[in-house]
C-alpha cells in the first residue's frame, strides 16, 4: 500500500469553479503535512502546510482529519494561473512521502 | 529566505559517464538534504537522505555504488551518477531543511536537474 494516496485527475474545471482535493495517508505517525504545486518541468514549490485546525491562504483552504487519515485542498474562485499539478506530502519527522499528485486544469 | 540551488540544471551525457550534481542552500543551514528522482508523469521517489558529516541512507532499491552522495558541509550536497545509462534519464531534485525555523519539517526543493543519457 502507498504511503500517500491521490487522485491523479485531471479535473479539468472552468474559471471561477470551486474545486477540492483530497489525500489519504497511511501512516497513523505522520506529523506534518503539506501541499505542493509543480508547473510542468519544474522543482514543486510549497504552497502551504496543513494545521489540524485548518488553515487558510486567500482562496485556499487546507484542512487535516487525523481520524480519518486525509488532508484536503480547497481552491476557491479557479484562476488559469492555477492549472498544475498539486502534491501533497506527509512526514513523520525523518522522511517525506509525496502523493502522485493531482493534475488540475483551469480553463477559461 | 529558504533558497536551494541545484547545478547544472540540465546535463546530457553518454552512456558510461558520470555525471555529478550539486545541491546549495544559499541562505540556509541543512544538516539534512534529500535527493529525490522524477519520471515524467510519476511523483517524487527519495532515493536518499544526506546527512552533513555521515553516510547517506538510501531507499530500498537504489544502488548506493551508482549513485554517490557527499554532503560535506552544511550547505552542500552532492550526487554522483556512475556510469549512467539511459534509464537512469530523469528529473534529480534534491531538498533540505532547515535547522531551524517556524516549521523544522518543511523541505525546500532546488530547481531540478534534468538529465539525459544518450
Known amino acids: 500500500r502507498k504511503e500517500v494516496e491521490q487522485d491523479p485527475g485531471p479535473f479539468n474545471v472552468p474559471e471561477g469553479a470551486t474545486v477540492a482535493f483530497n489525500c489519504t495517508y497511511s501512516?497513523?505517525?505522520?506529523?506534518?503535512f503539506f501541499w505542493y504545486r509543480q508547473d510542468c518541468r519544474k522543482e514543486p514549490k510549497l504552497l502551504m502546510s496543513?494545521?489540524?485546525s485548518g488553515n487558510e491562504d486567500g482562496r485556499f483552504t487546507a484542512q487535516l482529519n487525523r481520524a480519518s487519515q486525509y488532508i484536503s485542498l480547497l481552491i476557491r474562485d479557479s484562476k488559469l494561473s492555477d492549472s498544475a499539478t498539486y502534491l501533497c506530502?506527509?512526514?513523520?519527522?525523518?522522511?517525506?512521502?509525496f502523493g502522485s499528485g493531482t493534475k488540475l486544469n483551469v480553463k477559461p | 529566505g529558504a533558497v536551494v540551488s541545484q547545478h547544472p540544471s540540465w546535463v546530457i551525457c553518454k552512456s558510461g559517464t558520470s555525471v555529478k550534481i550539486e545541491c546549495r542552500s544559499l541562505?540556509?543551514?541543512?544538516?539534512?538534504m534529500f535527493w529525490y528522482r522524477q519520471f515524467p508523469k510519476q511523483s517524487l521517489m527519495l532515493m536518499a537522505t544526506?546527512?552533513?558529516?555521515?553516510?547517506?541512507?538510501?531507499e530500498q532499491g537504489v544502488e548506493k555504488d551508482k549513485f554517490l552522495i557527499n554532503h560535506a558541509s552544511l550547505t552542500l550536497s552532492t550526487l554522483t551518477v556512475t556510469s549512467a545509462h539511459p534509464e537512469d534519464s530523469s528529473f534529480y531534485i534534491c531538498?533540505?531543511?532547515?535547522?531551524?525555523?517556524?516549521?523544522?519539517?518543511?523541505?525546500?526543493f532546488g530547481p531540478g536537474t534534468r538529465l539525459t543519457v544518450t
Open positions: 506530502a506527509v512526514t513523520d519527522f525523518n522522511k517525506f512521502y
Open positions: 544526506s546527512n552533513e558529516g555521515s553516510k547517506a541512507t538510501y
Open positions: 531538498s533540505a531543511r532547515q535547522l531551524a525555523g517556524e516549521n523544522p519539517y518543511e523541505q525546500y
Open positions: 496543513v494545521y489540524s
Open positions: 541562505d540556509f543551514q541543512a544538516t539534512t
Open positions: 501512516n497513523s505517525a505522520s506529523q506534518s
